[in-house]
């Protein structure tokens, strides 16, 4: 991993984690709408996800906030836990229960980060995790047209299919497409042209232009137009069109801002059981999107895996103690990290701090910038991620590549990301059971004078081959000669090794001479007994056939 000081790289860093912040608090608003939980709440995790998973963490580009992959899972839980018996729902008494068990999750996340856990995110195929890139890109698009085009009447960064309005991602556009605010879509067009220009070559070269960003152009241009289209016949902006920040005099002073945990179910196996899943949950959720965001890092930095646990757990410890969401490394934020230039961790904490002083300081600022000039940003993000070279690239590495990656993209766009990357990996587990089942041993059926019939076996010989060998040895003619060969391989399942013990004896009956090549005895160091004291079909303790020829 290449080794930073600090600030190595303000000059990127710093409008990279501006542009991030940009980009996160419409998403932390958005994620604590569709999971049921007060807004504010989406804004602190944000803050802490920043500030303290960034100084915590081993990765140099990832940004952690709310999981939109939670959100199902968080809008149930504080629904149940507020719901009493009479079936009436409170807020205030299930979100604070909430909060507790976001806590337990939390240390349950520094438990697995010392037990080494992080490993498990090495074990998800490279075609899986170029799919849920592509995936999130084509969502990212998919869900931010209609903020483009000013219909905002979607939780931004939730990211399932189903929409709570009861459309769908796809029914949404043609929603949309019938609602179109000409002012969102002239601020689109103008960002979209800037962004666009921005990443030409003659702009790269221009020396201001590597400190001012496209993106930061874009949201300037967006509070000016915020400011002047009013004064335009026929433009306007609807209130859900503008970003909207909760504020401390709304919500009657600073304090109230914050929620603290309620312990009263510490003893319920109910909440630890959610604490369980939350764990587990934002754990997969952040190795995910670790692996997937090494992959876009430029400096191919490797993120630690288990210092990540570490992190996330005190991150949502922290979170839950002051009323945030749960917390994951999310692609979203990281992604538009990377394509805005930052390269050290210092981008993800400065984008913290700035959604801190902005909460507290600039909030009516920050609530003049449209939604469609954020779009326009996260268009850009979605297609950099999605690009037709890379379907072109996985296409050419052959069609297993292709199938898992295209498979997984799809899953993800007509499920969710969780459920898409388990589809995605179970297919690839099913191509390497597939093609251990169907190429255990190469076999030639074809019988020529003076040459024997031949089975070689393959390196290594599961349970799963049982039925293919068995298939091959039933197929071998009477009055004929067959050599096994496992000269080279290195692990026979004992199963395997039975079915070639019952053939051998049976042989004598059909008058097959069988010929063993490779030492059976050493493939498995639990073989040599197990050949040695097997006894023969009718129980008597004679040196069967197979025992003769083994030892020849």
């Given at each position: ?20 912040f940009l980009v996160a608090v419409p998403l932390c608003l958005g994620i604590a709408l569709a999971s049921g939980a007060p807004l504010f709440s989406g804004i602190i995790a944000g803050m802490v996800g920043g500030i303290v998973v960034g100084a915590l963490s081993g990765s140099n580009i990832g940004v952690s906030g709310p999981a939109a992959g939670l959100a199902v899972i968080v809008a149930d839980a504080i629904r149940q836990l507020g719901t009493n018996e009479a079936g009436d729902f409170s807020m205030e008494i299930g979100f604070p229960i909430f909060l507790s068990a976001v806590v337990l999750a939390g240390f349950m996340q520094i438990a697995l980060g010392f037990a080494r856990a992080g490993i498990v995110g090495y074990f998800f ?267 072109k690239e996985m296409y050419k590495r052959g069609g297993s590549q292709f199938v898992k990656f295209i498979v997984t993209v799809l899953a993800i766009i007509f499920t969710d990301l969780l459920v898409g990357i388990s589809i995605g990996l179970g297919l690839g587990i099913l191509m390497i059971l597939h093609r251990n089942f169907s190429i255990p041993f190469s076999f030639s059926e ?107």
């Open positions: 991993m290449s080794v930073y000081s600090p600030f190595s790289s303000l000059n990127k860093d710093l409008p990279a984690g501006l542009v991030v195929p490279n075609a899986v995790i170029k799919g849920m890139l592509s995936a999130i890109g084509l969502i990212i698009i998919l869900k931010q047209i209609p903020h483009a085009l000013g219909h905002d009447v979607i939780a931004e960064g939730f990211d399932g299919f189903w929409q709570k309005d009861g459309e769908n991602t796809f029914t949404e556009l043609w929603v949309a497409f019938g609602d179109i605010n000409p002012a969102a879509v002239l601020i689109t067009a103008a960002s979209l042209a800037i962004l666009i220009i921005w990443e030409r070559p003659f702009m790269k070269r221009i020396k201001i232009f590597e400190i001012i960003q496209g993106p930061l152009v874009v949201v300037a241009l967006g509070i000016l137009a915020y400011n002047i289209i009013p004064g335009i016949e026929g433009l306007s902006f609807a209130p859900d069109e503008i970003v909207a920040i909760p504020t401390a005099e709304q919500e009657g002073g600073i304090l109230n801002l914050f929620t603290t945990p309620n312990w009263s179910l510490i003893g319920s196996k109910h909440l630890w059981i959610l604490a369980f899943t939350i764990a587990v949950v934002a754990s997969l959720e952040t190795l995910l999107c670790v692996e997937a965001t090494d992959k876009l890092d430029p400096d191919k930095n490797v993120t630690p895996t288990n210092r990540e646990l570490l992190a996330q757990g005190a991150g949502n410890i922290v979170s839950g103690f002051i009323g945030g969401l749960p917390l994951t490394q999310v692609i979203v934020r990281s992604s538009a990290n990377i394509q805005s230039g930052g390269r050290t961790k210092l981008s993800s904490i400065i984008h913290g701090l700035l959604i801190v002083i902005s909460v507290f300081l600039l909030p009516d600022v920050l609530n003049m910038i449209p939604l469609s000039s954020l779009a326009a940003i996260l268009l850009i993000v979605g297609y950099k991620l999605a690009k037709p070279s890379l379907f074809k019988i020529e004078p003076g040459k024997p019939i031949e089975i070689m076996l393959s390196e290594n010989v599961t349970f799963l081959n049982k039925a293919n060998i068995m298939e091959a040895l039933k197929a071998i003619p009477a009055n004929s000669e067959v050599v096994i060969d496992a000269a080279h391989s290195h692990y026979i399942h004992p199963d395997v090794i039975e079915i070639i013990q019952d053939f051998m004896i049976h042989a004598q009956r059909d008058n097959i001479e069988v010929n063993l090549r490779g030492n059976f005895e050493t493939i498995n160091v639990n073989h040599k007994e197990y050949f040695m004291n097997k006894v023969s079909k009718d129980g008597s303790e004679q040196t069967p056939y197979w025992k003769q020829v083994l030892t020849q």
